[in-house]
């Protein structure tokens, strides 16, 4: 957390992300009847650990694992004249070919949409799956391109300048939770 | 391996490795690692620099480091322009600052150059707006070869502290040499050098090198051995009596591979001499990783036109 942003409200604690995040593995199943040509693929950073619990919901449910991905969407952004100075190359990881396949992009918070759009973007650079589903852990508005998200895990009206802040133990080293985040008064 | 890199880049270009900290070399590599994986999709492009222009001015003739930078450019969508020597303005009599300042005025984002002369890229960087990437100036740096030397080394050692690090030629006249040292000794390795002494300069320890006077002893417990090219065409034919000696005492076979270390690999910057400083046996041998190096080569030079294609503080 940067030093002049303060914690204003928690969301969502441990307990109820877990809920949600399970509650969004049974939609997942039920929209595709099934999870047989599935693909959970995360984008980095904090796609990546939301795509890997819903994934471990599935197999719960289901009975059989469903192939993990990772994107990162980087080379695609869409302001990378804009930022300074560049940002890491984390790369990108796939467990197969895209093609024939129903993908679940996975990320954490939906906000602008830049970052849907630049990983749409980057997936067809791999082959076609036949569809493309998205799955957010927070909704949060302010979209400035027409995206909208198939899975929601929970919808949150927040201010242009709030931070959502979403943890899990495997980028953060906390205790899952989302909080909404304050700018300090300067 | 990425995650912890707390270095950003800042610079504007890329002239030298003397001048980068062991923080940004890892930062170059670890980044190319990032790229490597662009060039094994079937669509091997990515949008990253759509609308930015790189210009290749090869004053010197290159054909794998040109090609290189073509497709580096090419994969992240750059438009780039080429100019060689032979049949540009240069050859008409204009000066360097001249050429360059022409190009200047179309604006390129980014100019990659190789010149004969020490320091031309550096002229270059201090009279231009565009980033210069120094593709190798008189004897002086290659930087990005010795990038993609430690890019490949990591790849197979899974690091470049602690190892023994051969290499062997024409020490003299090479850029690649000096280039390889600065990285080297920056990142920890230890670097050996061996060559004729009419090959080798006055001096050369105070880099930071061992000298040693033969091939055997050079090759001794080393973890990679790289092997120079004796430029046949220019000064490398002064400095020896013949080929024939030259690959008897500084030739590398099979038999002379015996005292390296057992998982040694072989490196070459291209274009070897076989028969010259290399047989075939090992050119062609299950040590040799000199094609590995040129695959290298893309990754490296798509993550140095990537760094330096950011937006830099004064503008931003």
């Known amino acids: ?186 | 391996m990425t995650a912890a890199s707390p270095v950003r880049w800042t610079r504007e270009d890329l002239l030298g490795i003397a001048e980068l900290s062991p923080g940004e070399i890892e930062l170059v590599l670890d980044t190319a690692e990032s790229f490597r994986e662009v060039g094994e999709r079937p669509i091997k492009k990515v949008p990253t620099l759509r609308g930015k222009t790189v210009v290749n001015l090869f004053f010197e003739s290159s054909t794998r480091t040109r090609s290189s930078f073509e497709i580096a450019e090419k994969r992240l969508s750059a438009d780039n322009l080429n100019f060689t020597a032979s049949g540009s303005a240069l050859a008409k009599g204009e000066s360097l600052v001249d050429t360059a300042l022409n190009l200047q005025a179309m604006a390129p984002d980014l100019i990659v150059i190789r010149h004969a002369h020490a320091g031309a890229p550096h002229l270059l960087a201090r009279k231009l707006k565009a980033g210069v990437i120094n593709a190798g100036d008189g004897a002086h740096e290659h930087p990005t070869q010795a990038l993609l030397d430690a890019y490949t080394i990591r790849r197979h050692k899974g690091r470049l502290a602690g190892l023994k690090v051969a290499i062997v030629g024409d020490i003299e006249h090479s850029r690649v040499v000096r280039s390889n040292i600065h990285l080297l000794t920056k990142m920890g390795a230890r670097v050996t050098v061996a060559g004729p002494r009419t090959m080798m300069p006055v001096g050369i320890e105070r880099l930071g090198v061992e000298v040693a006077h033969t091939l055997a002893e050079a090759v001794r417990g080393a973890d990679v051995i790289m092997m120079l090219r004796i430029q046949l065409e220019r000064q490398g034919r002064m400095a020896i009596p013949s080929i024939k000696e030259y690959f008897e005492l500084f030739g590398l076979t099979s038999a002379r591979l015996a005292g390296a270390a057992d998982d040694v690999i072989i490196m070459h910057p291209g274009p070897m001499n076989r028969g010259v400083e290399i047989a075939s046996e090992v050119a062609d041998g299950p040590y040799s990783v000199i094609l590995e190096q040129v695959t290298h080569g893309v990754s490296v030079r798509m993550a140095v036109l990537y760094l330096l294609s950011g937006v830099h503080e004064e503008t931003a």
């Open chain 1, 1 to 186: 957390m940067a030093p002049d942003l303060t914690p204003k409200t928690t969301i969502l604690d441990a307990e109820q992300m877990a809920r949600a995040i399970r509650r969004m593995a049974g939609e997942i199943s039920e929209r595709n009847r099934g999870v047989s040509d599935l693909m959970l693929v995360g984008i980095r950073t904090r796609g990546v650990p939301l795509a890997e619990a819903i994934e471990a919901e599935i197999e719960r449910m289901e009975g059989h694992a469903v192939p993990l991905g990772a994107l990162d969407i980087t080379l695609y952004r869409d302001d990378l004249s804009m930022v300074a100075p560049q940002p890491l190359v984390k790369g990108t990881h796939l467990p197969g070919p895209l093609d024939g396949r129903v993908v679940v992009l996975c990320d954490d918070v939906l906000f602008t949409g830049r970052t849907v759009r630049a990983a749409l973007d980057h997936l067809v650079d791999y082959g076609r799956p036949r569809s493309v589903q998205l799955a957010v852990l927070i909704d949060r508005g302010h979209r400035e391109l027409p995206i909208q998200a198939d899975f929601v895990g929970k919808t949150v009206p927040t201010a242009r300048d709030e931070l959502i802040e979403v943890c899990f133990p495997q980028t953060d080293g906390t205790e899952q939770q989302v909080r909404i985040l304050e700018r300090a008064a300067r």
